[in-house]
């Protein structure tokens, strides 16, 4: 996997470290993976429509 370099801020230091802790991470390298991996599968989802409830066609055809 290639290696990106991504400026933060202090907001995003303080961030980065909650979810750190809160996920038992090493560092915020991998909090920040961690989170991108995460918008990734839910995005996935959210086009797919995976999870989403599926209902029959009633009627006759087109």
């Not at 290639?2 to 802790?21: F, K, W």
């Amino acid at each position: 996997m290639p290696n990106h370099t991504v400026d933060i801020d202090e907001e995003m230091a303080r961030e980065l470290e909650r979810v750190r802790l809160q996920e038992g991470l090493a560092s915020r390298d991998e909090a920040a993976e961690f989170l991108m991996r995460r918008r990734m599968r839910t995005g996935t989802a959210d086009l797919t429509g995976r999870g989403r409830a599926l209902y029959p066609i009633q009627g006759g055809h087109r």
